[in-house]
């Protein structure tokens, strides 16, 4: 089982920045693809970026051009970022790191970090 831990949420007004990052303890032997998803209040969980182990990126229309994600690995630590600008109040919601054995099919996912964007 994957370990996975997001840090990097907070309060942020309109138009702020926040960086949210997740760090994942992973098999040097396996690729893993890597996802942020959010769930804002009395809404589903949505994807909100996504990239491969070949490093493909895919984003949710509602935030393309504003966040970018990327990754790194080093030895067995994966570490998931999410750069997050011009923030609007409708991206206030919890986040999630999901982090997929391609192999296994397999998903781990962080206990979460609270975005609030308010003026």
């Known amino acids: 089982q994957v370990q996975v831990v997001e840090s990097g949420g907070g309060l942020v007004q309109p138009g702020g920045s926040l960086r949210l990052s997740c760090a994942a303890s992973?098999?040097?032997?396996?690729?893993?693809?890597a996802g942020w998803y959010r769930q804002g209040p009395g809404k589903q969980r949505e994807l909100v970026a996504s990239i491969t182990a070949a490093g493909t990126i895919n984003y949710a229309d509602s935030v393309k051009g504003r966040f970018t994600i990327s990754r790194d690995t080093v030895f067995s630590q994966l570490t998931v970022d999410l750069q997050m600008n011009s923030l609007k109040p409708e991206d206030t919601a919890v986040y999630y790191c999901n982090v997929r054995d391609t192999s296994l099919r397999s998903d781990s996912w962080g206990q979460g970090t609270q975005v609030t964007v308010s003026s």
């Open positions: 992973v098999s040097v032997f396996r690729r893993y693809d």
